[in-house]
């Protein structure tokens, strides 16, 4: 065989065992990339020196103040953003059922007379018609339409939201239509980021399935099967928490320019090494103060909505308690997106002293 025939077997041979290699050096190179990020392994008990960081944050309650400051300082461009997108989901979604609400209503004032006695009664069936409202939100269950239109105006809400708080926070005067038309660009990969929060929330969703099976079987009798089944679901429940805590900063991540979604999900993980438990508490904290404000606004509507009803007969038609609903909801959006985005600032800041 000619040498110049022999230099072209042996150059094909190469070109092909490089090709079949790439794939696996590219892989091997991001595993060794991953791991010097993180220094956590399986089963083996990490140093602290190897993964203590700085988080110098305010306590609990003074950023839930640094929050809400941010928010009223820019109150007129917030309460437009939850007017809009409240008649928005009015009108493509729906509200509560007043005809709902009625009924619950009727059936505590049948029945509240044997539940409750003193002057706490009216407080009591307040506080059952939250219960029942929080669980069933008054309405039936949507379509597929409205469940669309509800993920698609539930992501413009947060990417509007963080949009506003960006530029604004980088000094620039901006106004809610220049967000609504500005903001939307990155919807999808937030919504492939938001699908990735749904997949980790269902070790959570697990537990809860098999709580209710557990409790209507009567394997929850006690004992050691008992014991067993809570050490499960606490361990689903906390793998949950632990994958969500960096998700939620992806969802902030993913709306810079050029940002993709496996890349704000890597970005996101890198943030919370060292600092994870303590920006999931910051979560939870988050989580419970919206709860709170639910309470705290709905149960007085609750009564106020009885009171009048009972006066004025005319009006009860009117859907308070669904407005407000509503109005709560898109709020709740807006002010949670407005404490991730600020939090994660927080972090982002002090990755950026000098060490």
């Known amino acids: 065989m000619p040498r110049s025939s ?15 290699r790439r794939p696996f050096a590219a892989a091997v190179t991001r595993t060794k990339s991953f791991m010097a990020r993180r220094p956590h392994r399986s ?52 509200m509560g059922s007043q005809e709902s609400y009625a009924t619950l209503t009727s059936t505590l004032q049948e029945t509240g007379g044997e539940i409750f006695q003193g002057n706490f009664a009216e407080v009591g069936k307040a506080g059952l018609l939250f219960a029942s409202i929080a669980a069933s939100g008054l309405s039936a269950t949507p379509t597929d339409v409205q469940q669309i239109y509800s993920v698609i105006i539930g992501l413009m809400v947060w990417l509007v939201t963080v949009w506003i708080l960006r530029n604004t926070m980088a000094g620039h005067k901006v106004k809610l239509r220049d967000g609504v038309y500005s903001a939307g660009a990155p ?10 929060f749904v997949v980790q929330l269902l070790p959570l969703g697990i537990a809860v399935l098999a709580y209710a099976a557990a ?37 902030i991540i993913v709306t810079l320019p050029g940002m993709y979604p496996m890349q704000a999900v890597k970005t996101a993980g890198d943030m919370m090494v060292g600092r994870r438990l303590r920006v ?28 009048l009803k009972q006066l004025w007969t005319q009006i009860q038609w009117v ?37």
């Open 319 to 355: 859907p308070i308690i669904p407005v407000v609903l509503l109005l709560l909801g898109v709020g709740s959006v807006v002010w949670g997106a407005s404490y991730v985005y600020l939090l994660y600032r927080r972090v982002v800041d002090d990755d950026a002293k000098p060490a």
């Open 43 to 94: 089963f083996r008990l990490t140093r602290r020196r190897d993964y203590t960081r700085s988080l110098q944050l305010p306590g609990f309650f003074g950023f839930t103040r640094i929050v809400n400051k941010t928010l009223l300082q820019h109150r007129k461009i917030f309460l437009l953003l939850i007017a809009v997108y409240a008649v928005l989901t009015a009108v493509l979604v729906g």
């Open 187 to 196: 919807i999808i990969s937030t919504f492939l980021v938001g699908l990735l």
């Open 215 to 251: 409790e209507g079987s009567g394997l929850l009798a006690g004992g050691v099967a008992t014991m067993l089944f809570w050490f499960a679901a606490a361990l689903l429940a906390v793998m949950s928490l632990y994958w969500i805590t960096s998700t939620f900063f992806a969802m």
């Open 6 to 20: 022999k230099k072209t077997a042996i150059s094909s041979q190469q070109k092909l065992i490089t090709a079949v």
């Open 280 to 307: 999931l508490l910051r979560i939870l904290w988050m989580l419970l103060c919206i709860a709170v404000a639910w309470l705290v606004v709905l149960i007085p509507f609750i009564l106020l909505d009885s009171g």
